[in-house]
């Protein structure tokens, strides 16, 4: 069992920057796979970043690719979604998730994928 609690969201202008964060309690952080998803007003929750346990492996959906970058620091139970050159499309509730080591999947990218879900924070970019 881990919670998770995102921030870091706001309302920036087109072009600027924004890092997320998500803290997590519970169990061992390390324990967890790591992932970011997004849902627009009307539109179905999207994957955007994963990282694995150790850091040492990414994934990122393709339309942001170079401009966001996921990370983790497990000492501070803490994973993050540094955004740059923010565009008006990423505007969208940013949402943590996280799977456990022994759960049984064959990818990243969807939202079966992972076990625990935080319950999101704004992101909205101007333009």
């Known amino acids: 069992q881990v919670q998770l609690v995102e921030s870091g969201g706001g309302l920036v202008q087109a072009g600027g920057s924004l890092r997320l964060s998500c803290a997590a309690s519970?169990?061992?952080?390390?324990?967890?796979?790591m992932g970011w998803f997004r849902q627009a007003p009307g539109k179905e929750r999207e994957f955007v970043a994963h990282?694995?346990?150790?850091?040492?492996?990414?994934y990122y959906v393709d339309s942001v690719k170079g401009r966001f970058t996921i990370s983790r620091d497990n000492a501070k139970n803490t994973v993050y979604l540094q955004m740059i050159s923010l565009k008006p499309e990423d505007t969208a509730v940013y949402y943590c998730?996280?799977?456990?080591?022994?759960?049984?999947?064959?990818?990243?990218?969807?939202?079966?994928?992972?076990?625990?879900w935080g319950q999101g924070t704004q992101v909205t970019v101007s333009s």
């Open positions: 519970g169990r061992t952080f390390s324990s967890y796979h």
């Open positions: 990282i694995s346990w150790s850091g040492r492996s990414t």
């Open positions: 998730a996280a799977r456990s080591l022994t759960t049984v999947a064959r990818t990243w990218g969807k939202e079966s994928d992972y076990d625990y």
